[in-house]
C-alpha cells in the first residue's frame, strides 16, 4: 500500500500517526486525560515511529513542543478549552476548525509522512468528514461515550475504537461492522507520590482550597446539565438535611455558563472550585467521603469512579455503564433524579470502605499495546477510503457551502472559490487549466446522489457524494435540487 507521499506502507517498519486530538495537556478535560496518559506511552512502543498530535490552542502552553517521538501541534482554533462562547465566537472556532482541517489535514498526512489518522469521534462537520475521506490513509475513530452519532464515521472509519466491550456492542447494533471495531481502555495513570502517601495530600490540596476537615462529597468532571450537576445539588440538599456537616465540593470546567454557577454559589453547602490540575483532582478523592459522577447516559465508561476506587474513596456511579453494573451494583445509581442521589448519598455514607474494581486492564502498557495493535491492523489490513480523491476541490467548495449553512448563515451566496483558493484547498496547478470554466453539477446538493465534474459541456468526472457528506436535504430545501454550481482558477462566484 502507497501513502500520498508515495512511500510504501506495511509491516516491515514502525509506524508514524498522525493524532487529531480536541484538547491536550495542559488542558482539562476527560479527552486531555486520555490522550496525554496513552500518546506518550504508545510513543515508545517499539512498532511506533513517531506520533503527531493536531489540537486546539490553549492559553499559556507552546504552540509546538516535541521530544524524539512525540510531538504536539497547538494550532486548532480554541472550542474545547473555552467553555462558555457566544454564538458569534462559536460559528466562528468551528469555521475557522473546518477551514484548516479542509486546507491542511492532507498536507500534514504528506509532510509528517503518517501511515495512519486517529481522530477523537469529538470532531463532526462536513468539511472535516471531507477532509478526512481525502486523507488517502487508514482512519482510527476513538469513541468514548454514548452519545456520538456515528453515521458519518460509519462511511469515513477504517477502525473505530470503543472505551469498553458495551461501547462497542452499541456501535455495532447501531451498524458499525464488527471486524472493523476493537475494544482500547483508557490508561489509568495514578502518580506514585500520590500513593505513597494519598491523605496526606488530601489534607495538603484540601487546606490549599480552604475546605477544612469537614467531610464532603465530590463532584468532578465538566459541569453541565447533562453531567447531572442541577440534580445533584437538589440530591445533595435533600440528604444534607440530615448531615448538615457535609459539604459538596464541585470541580470542573462550568459549561453551564453563569446560570450553573449562579445556582451553585447560592446552594447551601456547595463548594465550586473551578477546574483543578489532576493531581489536586486525585488528591481531593482520597480525601472524600463519597465521589460521585450522576451522568445522564453519556459516559461511556468515566474514568473518574475508576481513579477515586484507586484512590479509596466510596463511589456513586452514573447508571447505563453494564461495566459497573455487574462489577459493584450497589454503586450504581438506578436514576438520575434528585431522589435516588439522595438514596445513593445515604447508603454510600453507611457502607465500609470502597468497592472492589479490577483495574489491571487499564495500565498504559497494555492499553497502548491495544491500540497499537489497531493501528498495525488498519495499515496492513486496508488503503483508506480516499473517498474523494478525485474531486478533491469540488468537495471543499461544496463543504464551504454547508458549512455556511452550518453556522447559521442567511444564504450561501458570496461564498467564493477564491476563498477556497486562498486557504489552499485547491489541488495542484494545472487541475483546471487556465481558462478553462468547470462545473460543479450537485444532485440533492450535498445530500447524497450524484456530483459531476463537467469541462466544456461534458461530464468528465461522476462520483456518490454520500460516502464523504451526510444528508442536508432537509436543512437545505427542494429548492435547491439539482444546482449547478460554475467555477473556474479565478475567484468566481458561487
Not at 31 to 56: C, K, M, N, S, W
Not at 220 to 247: N, Q, S, T
Request: with cysteine; proline share 8%.
Amino acid at each position: 500500500m502507497r501513502s500520498p507521499d508515495g512511500m510504501t506502507r506495511g509491516s516491515d517498519r514502525p509506524l508514524r500517526i498522525l493524532v487529531l486530538a480536541p484538547i491536550y495537556p495542559p488542558a482539562v478535560g476527560g479527552a486531555a486525560t486520555y490522550f496525554g496518559g496513552l500518546l506518550p506511552t504508545a510513543a515508545r512502543h517499539p512498532d511506533i515511529q513517531a506520533i503527531h498530535v493536531i489540537t486546539e490552542c490553549f492559553r499559556g502552553a507552546p504552540s509546538s513542543e516535541s521530544d524524539s517521538r512525540l510531538s504536539i501541534a497547538r494550532i486548532l482554533p480554541t472550542r474545547v478549552g473555552e467553555p462558555r462562547r457566544t454564538r458569534l465566537g462559536h460559528a466562528t472556532s468551528y469555521l475557522g476548525t473546518q477551514l484548516w482541517l479542509a486546507a491542511n489535514l492532507r498536507k500534514r498526512v504528506r509532510s509528517t509522512g503518517s501511515d495512519l489518522v486517529h481522530v477523537h469521534t469529538r470532531f463532526r462537520g462536513r468539511m472535516f468528514f471531507s477532509a478526512l475521506a481525502r486523507c488517502g490513509v487508514p482512519i482510527v475513530a476513538d469513541l468514548r461515550d454514548r452519545r456520538t452519532d456515528l453515521g458519518p464515521w460509519l462511511r469515513v472509519a477504517d477502525r473505530l475504537v470503543c472505551v469498553i466491550e458495551s461501547v462497542r456492542d452499541e456501535a455495532v447494533a447501531a451498524g458499525f461492522p464488527e471486524g472493523r471495531t476493537a475494544v482500547v481502555r483508557t490508561p489509568l495513570i495514578i502518580p506514585p507520590s500520590l500513593l505513597d502517601d494519598p491523605k496526606g495530600a488530601a489534607r495538603a490540596t484540601a487546606e490549599r482550597h480552604g475546605l477544612g476537615s469537614a467531610p464532603y462529597v465530590l463532584s468532578v468532571g465538566d459541569v453541565a446539565a447533562h453531567k447531572g450537576i442541577p440534580e445533584l445539588v437538589e440530591g445533595f440538599g435533600r440528604w444534607r438535611a440530615a448531615h448538615p456537616e457535609a459539604r459538596l465540593v464541585v470541580a470542573g470546567v462550568n459549561y453551564g455558563g453563569p446560570a450553573m454557577a449562579a445556582a451553585l454559589d447560592a446552594a447551601p453547602g456547595v463548594i465550586r472550585l473551578g477546574p483543578v490540575e489532576r493531581e489536586e483532582a486525585l488528591a481531593l478523592m482520597a480525601g472524600a467521603a463519597i465521589v460521585i459522577r450522576p451522568s445522564h447516559r453519556s459516559e461511556g465508561l468515566p474514568r473518574v469512579i475508576q481513579e477515586a476506587v484507586a484512590m479509596g474513596a466510596k463511589v456513586i456511579a452514573p447508571p447505563g455503564v453494564p461495566e459497573f453494573d455487574a462489577a459493584m451494583p450497589e454503586c450504581v445509581l438506578d436514576s438520575v433524579t434528585p431522589e435516588a442521589i439522595e438514596r445513593a448519598l445515604e447508603a454510600a455514607w453507611r457502607r465500609e470502605g470502597p468497592p472492589t474494581l479490577d483495574l489491571s486492564e487499564h495500565e498504559p502498557e497494555r492499553v497502548a499495546e491495544s491500540l497499537v495493535k489497531v493501528y498495525r491492523s488498519a495499515v496492513d489490513g486496508v488503503a483508506g477510503t480516499g473517498v474523494g480523491d478525485e474531486l478533491g476541490v469540488d468537495l471543499v467548495v461544496a463543504s464551504l457551502v454547508a458549512v455556511a449553512l452550518d453556522v447559521g448563515l442567511k444564504s450561501a451566496v458570496g461564498v467564493r472559490v477564491g476563498v477556497a483558493n486562498s486557504v489552499g484547498v485547491a489541488v495542484s496547478p494545472g487541475w483546471i487549466p487556465p481558462g478553462h470554466g468547470v462545473g460543479l453539477e450537485i444532485d440533492h446538493v450535498l445530500g447524497g446522489g450524484t456530483l459531476r465534474k463537467r469541462e466544456d459541456g461534458e461530464d468528465r468526472q461522476q462520483t456518490d457524494l454520500q460516502p464523504a457528506l451526510p444528508d442536508t436535504r432537509p436543512r437545505v430545501g427542494a429548492g435547491m435540487r439539482h444546482t449547478r454550481l460554475p467555477f473556474s482558477d479565478v475567484a468566481q462566484p458561487l
